[in-house]
Structure formats: structure tokens, C-alpha cells
């Protein structure tokens, strides 16, 4: 069983930066992708930034501003997000999971507000 935990929100005036860590314990299988979701009230939730075998993709809205990476050593997915803007409020989580979808197992989410 694969367990993950999330810290690193909080609560930051636009422009500012967050960096989110994801704690993993338990076996993730090398063929799983790792990434990070975010759910605001009322939207459905959306991929932020995936990483697999080593390489990482992000959807347009985020590109150029969040970057995601790993420490195998540590066990630990990070999320380092830059020039925050209202619109990244939201409830962010990490998964793992079958590429290309990555979503088999989840944590239990950290709150990111903006405020302009």
C-alpha cells in the first residue's frame, strides 16, 4: 500500500512563491508517473505537473511558473510554484499511478490560498 502525504500550503499575496512536498512511503512500482492536482470549489480537478522516467509536463497554465521534482533518496515529490496568482487557490494533491494517468493512489491534500 502506498501512502502520501502533502505539506508545504499556505496562504500568500500574489507573485509570491510555494513550494508543496508529498511524503511517499510504501512500494510505488517504477512504471508509475507521479504528479500533483489541484481542485478549486466548484471546478473539477486538474493536473498541474507530472513527472515519469525522469521528465516532466505541465499544462499551459501552469508552464513556466510551477516546477516539479523528486528526491528518490528521501522518498519525496515537490512542487515548487512561483508568480502565484488568484486563480492557483485551490486544494492541491499529489498522486501515483499508472502512466499516463497517475492516479491510483492519492494524498490527502494541502490548501494553497492567494490573495490578490
Known amino acids: 500500500q502506498v501512502h502520501l502525504v502533502e505539506s508545504g500550503g499556505g496562504s500568500v499575496q500574489a507573485g509570491g512563491s510555494l513550494r508543496l512536498s508529498c511524503a511517499a512511503s510504501?512500494?510505488?512500482?517504477?512504471?508509475?508517473?507521479l504528479g500533483w492536482f489541484r481542485q478549486a470549489p466548484g471546478k473539477e480537478r486538474e493536473g498541474v505537473a507530472y513527472i515519469y522516467t525522469g521528465s516532466a509536463s505541465y499544462p499551459d497554465s501552469v508552464k513556466g511558473r510551477f516546477t516539479i521534482s523528486q528526491d528518490p533518496a528521501k522518498n519525496t515529490l515537490y512542487l515548487q510554484m512561483n508568480s502565484l496568482t488568484p486563480e492557483d487557490t485551490a486544494m492541491y494533491y499529489c498522486?501515483?499511478?499508472?502512466?499516463?494517468?497517475?492516479?491510483?493512489?492519492w494524498g490527502q491534500g494541502t490548501q494553497v490560498t492567494v490573495s490578490s
Open positions: 498522486a501515483a499511478g499508472p502512466f499516463p494517468w497517475c492516479r491510483k493512489y
Open positions: 510504501g512500494y510505488i512500482d517504477r512504471s508509475y508517473c
